[in-house]
């Protein structure tokens, strides 16, 4: 039996958010809505990997963060995110998470989602993990997470299951964007959304923060709307924050966050002709990843791509 303690994090971070959006002037960027995601029986959303995405209008952003907390970047996002009062999603490290719980605490004090982003980032993904190994990795970072960020504590042991974790943010992004036909159907049994995204800043190549800046914008204004991803762990886009939030309020852009919600999605399906990028990709580095299995001693296949 799982005791699950919940704290007043959650009312101390409704509060914060009162306070912070007394703060904000008509000149902050802010958030323009909350887009409610119902994740029952599980959801796959970003146009880079899925054919089904989280419905916006025209000049719409959803934004979201990987990789993090980073001692060294994360408090610069979320001093430049607060400075516009701008919310969103961060797919935290289990890992980094456990170094830094302060950082993932804060997160949730200033009002984002921290999300799920496994708890080793293992490399080379989850697909070359035995199923039991990859879901114990994923397991232990929403532990991570629930702990540091959200203050549940497990008097009676960690939770073996993710259906027995009570997740304040139940969106799983799947590192390397490489899902697996077996995970996708535990998270859909235990109500986690998978998220890839539809737009992204490639910010894992070193460039500048104008180049960044840059990227960005010519890839948004061709999209005109999307959820971005970003990784909250890379010192140029750390830099490059403040500017890129003034510049979406001066070019008519609005935020929008996300929070966890009733029944299934809503969702917008891709346009005809939609076909996954992330496949692609991951297809053209596959035999760099055979490789470097084979390096490590990794015996077991490679798991297939889910074919739906
Ligand atoms: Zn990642």
Redesign the pocket.
Do not use: E, P
């Given at each position: 039996m799982i005791k699950v303690c919940l704290p007043a994090i959650a009312l101390l971070a409704v509060s914060f958010t009162l306070a912070q959006a007394a703060e904000c002037g008509p000149d902050a960027l802010g958030v323009s809505r909350t887009l409610k995601v119902g994740t029952e029986g599980g959801l796959k959303v970003g146009w880079k990997t899925y054919p089904d995405t989280l419905p916006l209008a025209d000049h719409e952003v959803i934004l979201t963060f990987?990789?993090g907390p980073d001692p060294k970047t994360t408090p610069l996002v979320l001093d430049a995110l607060k400075a516009q009062c701008v919310r969103a999603t961060f797919?935290a490290?289990g890992r980094k998470v456990d170094a830094a719980p302060q950082l993932a605490r804060r997160e949730v004090v200033e009002g984002h989602n921290v999300a799920l982003?496994?708890y080793s980032?293992p490399q080379p993904t989850l697909r070359y993990m035995p199923e039991a190994t990859a879901r114990a990795d994923i397991l232990k970072g929403a532990v991570a997470v629930e702990r540091a960020a959200y203050g549940q504590s497990f008097p009676d042991g960690d939770p073996d299951d993710l259906g027995k974790l009570k997740l304040h943010a139940p969106f799983f992004?799947y590192?390397?964007f490489a899902d697996t036909a077996d995970l996708n159907a535990w998270f859909a049994k235990d109500r986690v959304a998978v998220f890839s995204v539809d737009l992204w800043a490639s910010d894992?190549i070193p460039m500048t923060p104008e180049q960044e800046l840059k990227l960005i914008f010519s890839r948004l204004d061709r999209a005109r709307k999307g959820m971005l991803v970003l990784?909250d762990d890379k010192p140029w886009t750390a830099a490059m924050l403040p500017k890129f939030l003034i510049w979406l309020k001066a070019r008519g852009y609005r935020v929008v966050e996300i929070e966890a919600g009733p029944g299934h999605g809503p969702v917008e399906k891709a346009p005809p002709g939609w076909r996954s990028e992330t496949g692609r990709t991951i297809d053209s580095i596959r035999p760099r990843w055979v490789k470097a299995a084979a390096r490590r001693g990794v015996r077991f296949k490679v798991k297939p791509a889910p074919q739906e």
């Open positions: 990987d990789d797919f490290i982003h496994t980032h992004r590192t390397g894992w990784h």
